[in-house]
């Protein structure tokens, strides 16, 4: 097993606390979410807001115009980012009932500088300091869409109290805390996924050849048309790029839709160069975000000595209450032997040898006895184990998640064949009858070699 603390017999060092005091609870950095925000009143939203939604309904028609000469293509869609000075309970419903309008996604930011449009007042009615919360909400919409909420808009700006058709009046709110109005960009796509201070270290390192990898998470569309079609379209341009896609992935139940690909460098160099906007990977509507994807990596340290007993009478038994998502740990072994429930359904067992298989058989040892230099009572209940990590190609003593796998996607379905599948070792439903093994004393570190 892994050096867990330090040698038996050695003192830990003392920490040092504080004497306790009382006190009142710190008042919070932030207002109170349910104080409301000032804001402009319908003429000045108009001033603001009105060239926004033109911008959006001409970058419609730009893209319209591009596909007049293919009468079969769809009506362009864009994603458009509502940005807002607080939330608004009912937007996703009130979206639902505009027609070409889909509700995407749902970003409840913290809090920002208050301006001339949207501030708190204090006690005296004198505008205050505070910053104000920030609520961001992407919807995918067409011409059609856009020309209805211009409509809806005007209506509001000509009387505030109008009475919208049944489900929209939460737009209403929308008009009045809308901070502003615009396309997701290039920019976005890459802004929160430290996507180029990464492309920059990889060209730095390995230069213009090669590829490095990436996650491409697309917009979940609740149509099954509308996410083949935006699947194709991401994979044609990675195939016009010359990109390799390893794997695909849609998980209706969480949402989550992604490609995983091999970029060639000469791309990064493109991006670094000119700017996301170079490249149609950060161009197209169907992504939402594009990141770096590194294969996840465990490696075990040198092995400690410990002197531990593994008596067979403490043998668990009945169904397992932990899961363990690992490496293949080494189930023969003496404290390890009756006390996995290995469920290996892409059989990544053939891939270990017997030496290879640490970091699995340490974790196993550690949540079923605890730390080795002071064991205690062992777990009571088998340990379910689903393999994610095969062993790494080059170094000996790592373990690595497959390469042509999602992350996301695999630890899914891991989850889902535990609670939702009949995992023939599955926790909870199924008991396990387990034999007593002998009483061991074990000289040396749990490991596999």
Not at 130 to 144: C, E, I, K, R
Request: proline letters at 9%; glycine letters at 8%; aromatic letters at 6%.
């Amino acid at each position: 097993m892994a050096n867990a603390g330090p040698p038996v017999g050695e003192l830990r060092p003392l920490l040092a606390f504080p004497a306790p005091v009382t006190g009142k609870i710190p008042p919070s950095d932030q207002p109170n979410r349910f104080r409301p925000v000032k804001r402009p009143g319908p003429g000045r939203q108009g001033t603001r807001i009105t060239p926004q939604f033109t911008a959006l309904r001409e970058a419609l028609e730009g893209g319209r115009a591009q596909l007049a000469e293919a009468t079969t293509a769809p009506d362009p869609e864009l994603v458009a980012v509502f940005d807002l000075a607080g939330p608004v309970d009912g937007f996703l419903r009130a979206a639902g009932q505009v027609e070409g309008l889909e509700f995407l996604s749902e970003l409840q930011e913290d809090y920002i500088e208050s301006d001339d449009d949207f501030f708190y007042e204090d006690k005296g009615g004198e505008r205050s300091d505070d910053n104000v919360p920030q609520s961001l909400y992407m919807v995918m919409t067409n011409a059609q869409a856009v020309t209805e909420l211009i409509r809806l808009f005007e209506l509001w700006q000509q009387d505030p109290k109008v009475k919208f058709a049944r489900g929209l009046n939460p737009l209403k709110d929308v008009f009045g805390l809308l901070r502003g109005i615009r396309r997701w960009g290039p920019e976005d796509r890459v802004r929160e996924t430290g996507l180029l201070d990464q492309w920059r270290e990889d060209l730095e390192v390995v230069g213009a050849q090669g590829v490095t990898r990436v996650e491409i998470e697309l917009w979940y569309r609740r149509d099954v048309t509308a996410r083949r079609a935006a699947e194709d379209e991401v994979r044609r341009i990675l195939r016009e790029a010359g990109a390799e896609v390893l794997a695909s992935a849609e998980r209706p139940e969480i949402a989550y839709h992604a490609v995983l690909a091999n970029v060639p460098m000469s791309e990064v160099e493109r991006v670094l160069a000119d700017g996301p906007h170079a490249i149609d990977l950060l161009r197209t509507e169907s992504v939402m975000m594009v990141s770096t994807s590194r294969a996840m990596i465990v490696e075990t340290s040198d092995p400690v000595t410990v002197l531990a007993q593994f008596d067979g009478a403490s043998v668990p038994s009945g169904p397992p209450r932990v899961a363990l998502l690992d490496g293949v740990p080494f189930a023969n072994h003496a404290a390890l032997d009756g006390r996995l429930r290995i469920d290996d359904p892409d059989d990544w067992t053939t891939k270990y040898g017997t030496g290879r298989r640490r970091h699995g058989t340490a974790m196993a040892s550690l949540i079923s006895h605890g730390d080795l230099s002071d064991p205690g009572s062992p777990l009571l209940q088998p340990i379910y184990v689903r393999p994610i990590f095969e062993p790494h190609p080059v170094l000996t003593r790592a373990e690595v998640v497959p390469e042509h796998e999602l992350l996301v996607d695999l630890i899914h379905r891991c989850f889902h064949r535990i609670f939702e599948e009949t995992a023939p070792t599955r926790p909870r439903r199924q008991a396990f009858a387990s034999s007593p093994s002998p009483s061991v004393t074990l000289h040396g570190s749990l490991s596999a070699d």
